[in-house]
């Protein structure tokens, strides 16, 4: 009931109860799992996934969950082989299918990876998640006129799924988006993002305020106080932006340098916060007393976040790339945590990077991405406190223009490399050869040479995006419709 109910902090404590009461009951271990990676904590959630394969050796849940937290882990590799494992006790398995093909794609193997998807179909011909990913990487396999006879038979039956209908319409908008019917496209993403939003909302207001916290609580004179309190490594390289402004083809970018590694979207710094958050003393908060809660524990925070960072990196790796867009909002901790670290924040144009983002279907703690409005409220504001980021580590944040990436790679490309520290290797121009796992919706696109065809490309819908436009501008506009 509390996991259906997404109450999920009083589910964890109540599995997490029953696991300690009884830890040899498998089922314990795979509801704890689940209620984990719901959380979106997947290192912790891989953990409990194999104590429930521990113990429930040949259950195809337990072993589903375990390959998807895996590779949620960057371990690919182990990935596959939970796939495969399941493939051999239950060879008809859409799920385990879909599963083997998300890491196909991960490891860059996309003619695997679609074959993949399209013997998922041939099992579950209404596995819509299968069309995105094959739209995605511009598969000529795909049968539009069928996929939109299962969709419409799909959203006309009696009570369709919320999430179904959801990846339904993303499937829709990615065919006919494809096929340049621009305005009936954008009408599936409006009901794509209508269907997640109803899900989980977002609140702007408490957004608002959230970013006027952090703004007043990471002070320069609080930077100043624990300028010695942090961990002096130059190891960590932290990419923040919005999604879709190019923070993956930054990533790979340096990835390609062989000095450097790319860890991909870490959620620890977010652990961190949470876990501060949390906190049970009586009239400490944070981030209105961030100097209080961490000075005794910033370096030992920073020290595990290395640990943690470094497990996959290769024996050499003088950097590790964490990409995590979302770690805008964390910037003062980070810089203060890492006085040494390199940061660098990615932009985009706000039309294209709003119109990409409306267009994806992301988790749902993305929930800013499910409507224009907030799309443009979430730039701005953080954009508003990026500029005191700039303020209080002056000098330290490198901008990295998306446009003029693409417009010229080599020169953005050498500014990357010197902003890290590290000499000049021309294999960085070849990003697009590097062989490395990519996890995120970019995971297609840095696969390939740079390309230009992402750049303007919200004026195919500039007249659906009059919230945006509103919101851009400072604005209150109405909901899209």
Not at 100 to 122: M, Q
Not at 388 to 403: C, N
Not at 410 to 417: N, Q
Not at 456 to 481: C, D, F, Q, S, T
């Given at each position: 009931?509390?996991?259906?109910?997404?109450?999920?902090?009083?589910?964890?404590?109540?599995?997490?109860?029953?696991?300690?009461?009884?830890?040899?009951?498998?089922?314990?271990?795979?509801?704890?799992?689940?209620?984990?990676?719901?959380?979106?904590?997947?290192?912790?959630?891989?953990?409990?996934?194999?104590?429930?394969?521990?113990?429930?050796?040949?259950?195809?849940?337990?072993?589903?969950?375990?390959?998807?937290?895996?590779?949620?882990?960057?371990?690919?590799?182990?990935?596959?082989?939970?796939?495969?494992?399941?493939?051999?006790?239950?060879?008809?398995?859409?799920?385990?299918?879909?599963?083997?093909?998300?890491?196909?794609?991960?490891?860059?193997?996309?003619?695997?990876?679609?074959?993949?998807?399209?013997?998922?179909?041939?099992?579950?011909?209404?596995?819509?998640?299968?069309?995105?990913?094959?739209?995605?990487?511009?598969?000529?396999?795909?049968?539009?006129?069928?996929?939109?006879?299962?969709?419409?038979?799909?959203?006309?039956?009696?009570?369709?799924?919320?999430?179904?209908?959801?990846?339904?319409?993303?499937?829709?908008?990615?065919?006919?988006?494809?096929?340049?019917?621009?305005?009936?496209?954008?009408?599936?993403?409006?009901?794509?993002?209508?269907?997640?939003?109803?899900?989980?909302?977002?609140?702007?207001?408490?957004?608002?305020?959230?970013?006027?916290?952090?703004?007043?609580?990471?002070?320069?004179?609080?930077?100043?106080?624990?300028?010695?309190?942090?961990?002096?490594?130059?190891?960590?390289?932290?990419?923040?932006?919005?999604?879709?402004?190019?923070?993956?083809?930054?990533?790979?970018?340096?990835?390609?340098?062989?000095?450097?590694?790319g860890a991909g979207e870490l959620r620890r710094i977010s652990v961190i916060v949470t876990a501060m958050k949390a906190l049970e003393v009586p009239g400490v908060a944070y981030p209105r007393d961030v100097e209080r809660i961490v000075r005794s524990t910033l370096r030992k925070h920073g020290?595990?976040?290395?640990?943690?960072?470094?497990?996959?990196?290769?024996?050499?790796?003088?950097?590790?790339?964490?990409?995590?867009?979302?770690?805008?909002?964390?910037?003062?901790?980070?810089?203060?945590?890492?006085?040494?670290?390199?940061?660098?924040?990615?932009?985009?144009?706000?039309?294209?990077?709003?119109?990409?983002?409306?267009?994806?279907?992301?988790?749902?703690?993305?929930?800013?991405?499910?409507?224009?409005?907030?799309?443009?409220?979430?730039?701005?504001?953080?954009?508003?406190?990026?500029?005191?980021?700039?303020?209080?580590?002056?000098?330290?944040?490198?901008?990295?223009?998306?446009?003029?990436?693409?417009?010229?790679?080599?020169?953005?490309?050498?500014?990357?490399?010197?902003?890290?520290?590290?000499?000049w290797e021309n294999q960085c121009l070849d990003f697009h050869k590097t062989e490395r796992t990519v996890r995120t919706a970019s995971q297609w696109q840095v696969r390939q040479p740079i390309y230009?065809?992402?750049?303007?490309?919200?004026?195919?819908?500039?007249?659906?995006?009059?919230?945006?436009?509103?919101?851009?501008?400072?604005?209150?506009?109405?909901?899209?419709?």
């Open positions: 009931m509390h996991l259906d109910m997404e109450r999920f902090d009083e589910a964890r404590g109540l599995i997490k109860q029953a696991v300690d009461q009884a830890p040899e009951r498998g089922g314990f271990w795979l509801g704890f799992a689940l209620c984990l990676q719901a959380m979106d904590q997947s290192e912790a959630a891989r953990a409990a996934a194999t104590k429930a394969v521990e113990r429930l050796p040949e259950n195809l849940v337990a072993l589903d969950l375990l390959g998807t937290t895996c590779r949620e882990c960057d371990d690919a590799d182990a990935s596959l082989q939970v796939f495969e494992r399941v493939l051999s006790l239950s060879p008809s398995d859409a799920k385990a299918m879909y599963g083997k093909a998300r890491t196909l794609l991960v490891l860059g193997r996309i003619e695997e990876a679609e074959a993949w998807f399209l013997k998922a179909l041939e099992q579950a011909p209404d596995y819509f998640n299968c069309y995105q990913f094959l739209i995605q990487i511009k598969s000529d396999k795909l049968d539009v006129d069928s996929l939109k006879e299962i969709v419409e038979k799909y959203l006309s039956g009696a009570s369709p799924d919320e999430k179904n209908v959801s990846t339904a319409y993303y499937a829709l908008g990615g065919i006919e988006d494809r096929a340049k019917n621009f305005d009936k496209a954008f009408e599936y993403y409006i009901l794509a993002n209508e269907s997640r939003s109803r899900r989980r909302p977002f609140d702007k207001d408490q957004f608002r305020r959230d970013i006027d916290d952090l703004i007043a609580s990471f002070t320069e004179d609080v930077v100043a106080s624990l300028s010695d309190a942090g961990c002096e490594s130059r190891k960590p390289v932290f990419v923040v932006g919005l999604p879709r402004s190019g923070t993956t083809l930054t990533e790979q970018i340096l990835s390609s340098h062989s000095k450097v590694y020290e595990q976040y290395l640990q943690i960072a470094g497990k996959r990196a290769p024996e050499g790796a003088e950097r590790i790339v964490d990409k995590m867009p979302g770690n805008i909002l964390h910037v003062g901790l980070i810089g203060t945590m890492f006085p040494n670290a390199t940061l660098i924040h990615c932009m985009r144009d706000p039309m294209d990077t709003a119109v990409s983002c409306f267009m994806q279907n992301f988790k749902e703690t993305l929930s800013f991405t499910t409507d224009l409005g907030a799309l443009g409220l979430y730039y701005r504001e953080t954009l508003r406190l990026m500029e005191h980021w700039k303020a209080i580590f002056p000098g330290r944040i490198l901008e990295v223009q998306y446009e003029d990436t693409i417009a010229d790679p080599e020169t953005m490309s050498r500014k990357l490399i010197a902003h890290a520290g590290l000499e230009k065809t992402s750049v303007e490309k919200w004026r195919r819908y500039e007249k659906h995006l009059g919230p945006l436009i509103a919101a851009l501008n400072g604005e209150e506009p109405e909901a899209a419709a």
